[in-house]
Every structure is written in C-alpha cells, then in structure tokens.
C-alpha cells in the first residue's frame, strides 16, 4: 500500500487520546529529544545550503573569470598578431630596400595603422636604430636591450615580449615587441621592434568589469610583468615569480583557485589564468572575494535569521507542548495547531517540495512546485516524476533515484541539475535535491524532493559561453570560433583530398567614415558589412570578425579554380554598393586576400599570413581589388 503524507487526507481530523490525563516524565524527555532533533536538522540544513551558495556562488565566478580570460587571450592574441604582422610587413621592405623604408610616412599614410603600437624601429645587427616611426636625433643603440640579445641568439622566427623598458627615443615606458631579421644567407640582420604602452594591455580591466578591487596581469614564464591592473592602479616590470597562479601554471596551463591575498595588496581573489598557447606569457584575471560572495553573504544572513526564528518557535512550541501535555484539555488543540503548522510550512516553503513513492508517483506537492511547473496539485498526483521530462532527461531522472535508492552508504551527492517540462512545453531548469524516507527496516517508504529553479543561471552560462566565441558588434564567430572551425574545414579536407580556401579583407575608407560621422555609424557600418557578406557565402562556410575593420572568410571547399574568385568578386560588389546609416549615405569599398589549402600552406597560421599578406598586396596595388597569394 502506498503510503501517505502526514496530512494529505482532506477533512482529517486527530481525536484527543485518553492516555493524555496522565503525563509522565518519559514523555517529557521525548519531547525535548524531538525539540533537539528538529532545532539540529534545521540549523544542519541552514548550514549546509549556506555552504551551497557559497560554493555555488564561487563556481558561478570562477566560470565568469574562466570565461574572462578567454576573451583576455583574444584581446591579447589580436594585439601580439597585429604587431608579429607589421613587423613582418617592415622586415620584408627592409630587407628589399634597406634602411631608407619610410616608417614615418607609413604611419601618416595608414599603411601601419594600428594606433596601439607608439613607434616601430628597424634595428641593424649592431644594435643601431637605421629606421623609425618617430623623428630622433643623434646615434640610439639597443645592443643592450633584452629584446635584442634574445633575437640575436636565437634563430627562430618568434615575436619576442619583453619586459617594460624607458624608451631611448619615445622617453615613455614601453613593452617591446620584437622579430628577427634574417638575410638570405641565415645570417642575423637585426631586429624589427614594435613597442605597446603597458597600459594598453591592461585595457580590459575596464571591459570585464571587474570592480574595485579586481586583478588583470601579463606576465612573461621568464617571471616578469608586463602589465597589472588591480583596483584601477596600473603596474609594470616587477617579479611575479613569488605569484600563486605563476606556481600553478607551471605544473597546469590553464586554472581557476581562490587566493587567500598573495597578490601583493592582500586582497582575497577568486582567479583565473590560462597561458597562451602560441606566446610565452600568462594571462590572470580576478574578481575581489568580497565582490564575488557579496549576495550570498546577504542571503546567509537571512537563512540565519530565519532558523533562528525557527530555533525560538520550536523551543517555544516545546514548552508549550509540554505544558499542554500536563493538562488533558488541551491535547487535541495543540495536535491540531501542529498539523495546520505543518501544512503551512509546505505550501508556503520558498522552494519546491514534493512527496514521491519510490516508483516515482507522485503523492503530494506543494503551492511552489505546482507554480513552477504550471498543474494543479491534483492534476500532478495522476503523474510520475518522470512525466515531467523528455527524452535523455527521462532516463537519467530515473537513473537518479535509482541510485538514490540503492545508497545505504550517503556516497551519492543527493542533488542532480535538470530540466523539466512545464504544461505549456517551456524548459524549466533546475537543481533537485532528492532525499529517500526509509522505514524501520530500511526499506524506502518515500522520497522528497526539494526543487530550486537555476532557470536564469543556465541562461546566464550559456549567453557567457556564447559571448565568449562570437563578436560582441556584428554576432559573427570571432577569432577563437574562426580557428575551430577553419581546423575542422583543414581536418575534412585532408582527410577527403579537397581544396579548402580562406578569404582576409579589409575595408577601404572605413576610418574616414569614423573620422566624418563618428564611432556610433561606424559600427553601424561594420554590422552591415557583416550581414552582407554573410550573404556571400554558403551555409557551411564562415565569416568571422578579426577586429576592426578586418574579417576572415573560410571556404569548406574551394576545388574550382575560380570558386575564391567568385566569392572576391561577390563579396567586393556587396560592398561597393551604398551604405544606409540612420539617413547617412556611405560608401566604402575592400581589398581581399586569399590562401588555398594546400597550395599555400598546411597550417591556420600560415594560411591566415598569406591570405594577410595578399590582402595588403591588393592594398597597396589600388584597393578594392582581390588577389591572390603570390610568394616572392
């Protein structure tokens, strides 16, 4: 037989005991042991939900951090990459024209256009500046500069980072980026140096909101920072050897972990670092411990005050029960005043409970349960637990007490994450706890479930997962998700013998449109930018953003000679056609570069450089044209 909840027949009613006229004092022992038992299950149970929140809320921070400093390594990515490709662009002029490149006029022309970059210098193999960016008299020599030793030394072509050093011409503290010039017989020929302000690498501070005590470094595996932020006081050049997240990286890439305040300030944070994979630096972020547990310490003083008011109400109800069993008269009114508690306790409860058999039916829920979900209390006694799921959820909800079941041991975490059904067919999402009521012989006589709606936070996990892949402006994938899927294209078209293609534009004339209307209908113009030219493209091909007026195209298959052509052509006549911003008609036009798998290169970067590369030949030929990538 199935049994029952405590109060669950309607109308019930308790009669008075005659064995009441008597009380003695094992009962009074009896009640005060009940008394015990319930004041320690809620203060066990308030305990154990604080602790909840507070791992809850770490997790949820440290995901929000992880997801931070993934966009940080993007950020950071984009600036190493455009600084590895202007000074590959100066090495390549310099070693064909030698020390007169006009580095100067570049800059005024837009050639070099990155405004991040505060000068860039062409550095002959004796440490003597032979070109520059910025205008400088009398003989400057980095011989002795850290950036130039390592280049020097070593015969890789790797962008070197070095620690901050006070610029010899600029006069200001800067973070060079250097590559290595190599003649045509191997020999070393210098060192092409783009310098960053330390500042600009901390610039997501601002962005990733991460309050007034939040962390933001760059710091080198040679132990050096090259730029950190925390609480809004930027910091450069010292050891970050003794840092927490420095030691962990050496043994894990990649981490998040609550530091007790070894950062220097002795502020707790919740931190996340990852290092790069293609540069020998380590991104940190943090967010203030304070900041991060802030609502669940609100919360924790609520749920405290909540069980010690009902700490006072059972001690209280104690004495009152015991005084009331002296007296025979007032039996049945204080049994009777118990079970109306009882029922008000239930449906007035703040989360979703409801009473199961072990075959999964339900028998009793209460008002919160049947709102979440939408039945009425009748109209769920008809259904099981598992009518409230579809699908792989179903089976795993019965997997679920299945277990719960069989746990004699409690090894089993009594929690499980899910999604419901609703009676009008929305997903509801949330955390169940299901605890199993068993009988003097062990055997199960009935489940409770208590069911808390995470609906918001799924969203939440899923917007940040989705925001940490695509283009915050135009939607379209960014250049993590371009690598994914151009690495899933190359991995296809090795495996089948096909041609694969990848497309590098920039758009001509877009900084004038900055310059003439402002920011607000330059990003309207890149957001039309991107839904034309994801019109030029099939549904299996991408379109990505780089940054700035810069985006990536990648064909799955490209077998025809002509297929890139045709895309050029495509995408080169969208563009050139007016653009409608607000009642402000532009125009602006796009020069395009392409690189064919395998007949350029076998790799995403070498393929990405070429279709670079192309891109700036097209440029340099006249703008709005296509090439092709043509070795030298």
């Known amino acids: 037989m199935t049994p029952q909840p405590p109060g669950d027949a309607p109308g019930r009613r ?16 009896t009640v005060l042991l009940v008394c015990a038992l319930a004041v320690a299950s809620i203060w066990l149970a308030t305990l154990q939900r604080i602790a909840f929140e507070r791992e809850q809320a770490a997790s949820a921070v440290m ?3 992880a997801n931070l400093a993934i966009a940080f390594e993007q950020q950071m990515f984009r600036t190493l990459k455009a600084a590895e490709q202007i000074a590959a662009f100066v090495r390549e002029e310099y070693l064909r024209s030698g020390p007169d490149i006009p580095l100067q006029q570049w800059v005024q022309d837009n050639v070099i256009r ?16 032979a070109a520059s960016s910025r205008p400088h008299t009398g003989h400057v020599n980095y ?4 950036f130039f ?15 901050p050093v006070l610029g010899r011409i600029t006069g200001r503290w800067q973070v060079p980026m250097s590559l290595r010039i190599t003649r ?3 020999s070393f020929g210098g060192v092409v140096v783009m310098s960053v302000d330390p500042s600009h690498l901390t610039d997501f501070y601002r962005q990733g909101r991460l309050g007034t005590q939040g962390l933001l470094e760059v710091s080198g595996l040679d132990g050096m920072v090259r730029a950190r932020e925390t609480g809004g006081q930027a910091r450069f050049g010292m050891p970050a050897h003794a840092m927490p997240w420095m030691q962990r990286q050496a043994a894990v890439p990649e981490g998040s972990f609550v530091d007790s305040g070894q950062a220097g300030d002795g502020v707790p944070r919740i931190v996340s670092y990852r290092t790069m994979r293609d540069y020998p630096l380590v991104l940190t972020v943090g967010t203030a411990y304070a900041q991060a547990m802030a609502s669940a310490q609100q919360r924790r003083a609520r749920y405290l005050t909540v069980a010690g008011g009902a700490t006072a109400a059972l001690v209280g109800g104690a004495g009152l029960l015991l005084w009331a069993l002296a007296r025979q008269r007032r039996v049945a009114r204080a049994l009777h005043a118990n079970e109306a508690l009882f029922r008000a306790t239930f449906h007035q409860a703040a989360m979703g409970i409801v009473h199961i058999t072990p075959q999964g039916h339900i028998l009793r829920a ?4 049947c709102r979440m979900l939408g039945y009425t209390s009748e109209e769920l006694r008809t259904r099981t637990l598992f009518d409230l799921s579809e699908g792989p959820a179903r089976e795993a909800a019965r997997q679920f007490l299945a277990e719960r079941l069989a746990d004699h041991s409690h090894t089993l975490s009594p929690e499980i994450e899910k999604p419901y059904l609703r009676k009008d067919g929305s997903t509801l999402w949330v955390c169940e706890a299901l605890s199993v009521v068993r009988g003097a012989g062990g055997t199960p006589d009935l489940l409770v479930a208590v069911v808390q709606d995470i609906t918001a936070r799924k969203n939440l996990e899923a917007r940040l997962a989705h925001d940490a892949r695509h283009d915050a402006l135009t939607g379209l994938p960014n250049r993590l998700l371009f690598q994914d899927r151009f690495t899933q294209v190359l991995d296809s078209a090795r495996r089948h013998g096909r041609r694969a293609a990848v497309l590098y534009l920039d758009l001509d004339g877009f900084k004038a449109v900055n310059d003439l209307h402002g920011h607000a209908a330059g990003d309207l113009l890149l957001r039309q930018v991107a839904q034309r030219l994801q019109g030029c493209v099939r549904a299996e091909d991408t379109v990505s953003r780089f940054g700035g007026d810069e985006f990536g195209l990648v064909l799955t298959t490209a077998d025809a000679v002509d297929d890139c052509a045709q895309v050029a052509d495509k995408v080169l006549h969208v563009l050139a056609l007016p653009f409608d911003l607000d009642g402000v008609r532009v125009q602006v036009s796009a020069s395009v570069g392409a690189a064919l798998f395998p007949d350029h290169g076998d790799d995403i970067a070498t393929l990405v450089a070429c279709a670079d590369s192309a891109m700036y030949a097209a440029k340099k030929a006249g703008k709005n044209r296509f090439c092709y990538y043509a070795p030298d």
């Open 184 to 186: 045509p017989d191997g």
């Open 114 to 129: 990155e405004e991040m970059f505060t000068i860039a210098s062409v550095v002959d193999e004796a440490g003597n500046v």
């Open 14 to 29: 308790v009669p008075a005991a005659p064995w009441l006229s008597s009380v003695t004092a094992p009962w009074r022992f």
């Open 149 to 163: 030793k390592a280049q020097r030394d070593q015969r890789s072509d790797h962008l070197f980072v070095s620690p």
């Open 143 to 146: 011989a002795d500069r850290d």
């Open 366 to 369: 209460n008002e919160k349960y």
């Open 63 to 65: 995901q929000s951090n």
